[in-house]
């Protein structure tokens, strides 16, 4: 068929999908591309929300992933405030919100992923809020006036970053974690531990090992967080921050295969040849460590618009990239390359102490799976072509500061 | 506004207009010129926008202050050369106009 006759249409207009459409024409694909999108705005970046943007230190301009005016320029059909309700995979046709049906030579699934709540009593109070969307992050800055009392549930990056935020803007900020240290499932313990320390130098408060049992109010609005031992915690906004979920259920309602996200290859291709998965929704191979998994980043839904814009395109796939992560909270800025499969040791290379540090996970042979970088930018760098090239070290080696990163990585 | 040439690394030209204050990443983001990347959305937290600035313009853009967070992303960047800079940390100003940037083989 004709490339110029063909329709490509992509579910899910976050920073997965816009630059899927964006990454199309970059490949020369001249066929008509319909974004549809739930939200009222064009495609932006979401990292910012929960730092710069919450400081308002981010303008709506310098959010959006691509100026208004590409779309037009680039032809790409841009379809905000909808939601794709349904596929037809027999039909190929996709059924949108306001009744409307579109059909599609080659469907891109970029349905990103959603807050998981909580199943508690007072969940749906005014002020119980999550942080996944500019929506989300203006309600957030409302709460977090000078003087308010902001509980974070949940001590992962949304949580940490945005316990950040609410320091800088001169709020309280307390977070409630059910592990017995923040970060438990994504860093190692010296990580938490750094982390932990450094908050409370910033006057968090921090509860780990606490239950939350329910969320209080008066007329409707959150007071507090009750915990499982009695105690309530008053607080004028609570963010939820306790995960994540993969929203799949489109896909399994079609009949693609999905198992804790939609199960696609490293072309980003689903079961059904026509039909593409990108982004947060995705379970993809994780080809260095040997496994499938779901990445919940930016660089991933990056990686994956490019995979199937390449597929579609006919251009040669990518190399697979390894991995990676950032958080920025206060001035340390945490990068994360790799994951820690299989780890057996832990070698730290410069100063926990000073806020200058990097973590390498080795397995028991001294392959480096993963490298935790604080404030440590060519550790970060380094890091990452070591675990590319499948390299082993000695913790010694990796300790020892007179060893540059250059040599460690050549 | 200034005008900046960016050449693919296969040298295909995109000469574009870039406002004043814009980074030379945005410039090749906004105008959806293929070749640079930009992942961590200017951040200098990934190296993904890397670019070979051309001889005529080296000594007005300079090269990346030693021991800088810029000059530590670019040593571990795919494929290096002396006058590699990242794009996101250079300010287009109306004295860039004609500036011309060249792509690496890749960013990743």
Not at chain 1, 98 to 125: K, M, Q, W
Request: hydrophobic share 45%; glycine share 10%.
């Amino acid at each position: 068929m004709n490339q110029d006759s063909r329709h490509i249409v992509i579910a899910g207009a976050g920073h997965a999908g816009g630059s899927a459409a964006a990454m199309l024409r970059q490949m020369g694909w001249q066929g008509a591309i319909t974004l549809i999108g739930d939200e009222p705005i064009p495609p932006y970046q979401r990292p910012p929300l929960s730092k710069a943007w919450l400081q308002g230190e981010a303008t709506a301009e310098s959010l959006a992933l691509r100026p208004a005016t590409f779309y037009p320029e680039a032809t790409i059909a841009l379809r905000l405030a909808t939601r794709v309700t349904g596929i037809d995979r027999t039909a190929k046709t996709v059924a949108l919100s306001n009744g409307e049906s579109l059909s599609y030579d080659v469907l891109i699934l970029a349905l990103g992923a959603r807050a998981r709540r909580l199943p508690l009593p007072g969940a749906d109070l005014d002020g119980v809020l999550e942080l996944r969307s500019a929506a989300d992050a203006d309600r957030l800055k409302a709460a977090l006036q000078p003087g308010a009392r902001l509980a974070v549930i949940g001590g992962g990056y949304i949580g940490l970053e945005a316990a950040a935020s609410a320091r800088a803007l001169g709020a309280e900020a307390i977070i409630i974690e059910r592990e017995s240290r923040v970060l438990a499932r994504v860093a190692c313990p010296i990580l938490s531990d750094f982390f932990h320390n450094f908050h409370r130098g910033q006057g968090v408060a921090i509860e780990v090992d606490a239950q939350v049992a329910a969320l209080d109010g008066a007329n409707g609005r959150v007071t507090g967080v009750r915990l499982g031992d009695g105690r309530s915690i008053p607080c004028d906004a609570a963010l939820v921050g306790v995960g994540a979920i993969a929203n799949d259920e489109l896909a399994a309602e079609a009949g693609l295969a999905c198992g804790n996200g939609i199960v696609v290859d490293l072309a980003a291709r689903t079961s059904d040849p026509a039909i593409f998965a990108i982004g947060d929704c995705t379970s993809r191979p994780l080809p260095l460590y040997e496994r499938t998994g779901r990445l919940e980043s930016v660089p991933n839904a990056l990686e994956q618009a490019k995979q199937a814009a390449a597929s579609i395109c006919g251009k040669p796939q990518p190399a697979p990239e390894v991995p990676w992560f950032w958080s920025d909270q206060y001035d340390l800025r945490l990068q994360i390359a790799g994951m820690p499969f299989d780890t057996t040791e832990i070698a730290v290379r410069g100063d926990v102490d000073a806020g200058k540090f990097a973590l390498f996970h080795l397995t028991e042979d001294g392959t480096v799976q993963a490298v935790e970088a604080v404030n440590a930018s060519t550790e970060f760098m380094g890091g990452r072509r070591i675990i590319q090239r499948r390299k082993r070290l000695t913790r010694a080696r990796i300790a020892d500061m007179s060893v540059s990163m250059q040599e460690l990585a050549a | 506004m200034p005008k900046i040439t960016y050449i693919e690394h296969n040298g295909t030209a995109h000469t574009v207009q870039v406002p004043v204050g814009k980074s030379v990443m945005q410039g090749a983001i906004n105008n959806n010129v293929p070749g640079i990347d930009a992942d961590c959305g200017g951040e200098c937290a990934c190296a993904t926008c890397h670019v070979y600035i051309d001889a005529a313009w080296l000594d007005r853009i300079g090269l990346p202050v030693p021991g800088s967070q810029e000059a530590s992303m670019l040593s571990f960047a795919a494929v290096t050369q002396p006058d590699s800079r990242l794009s996101c940390q250079i300010e287009v100003a109306d004295d860039l106009d004609g500036l011309v940037v060249r792509m690496p083989e890749g960013q990743h």
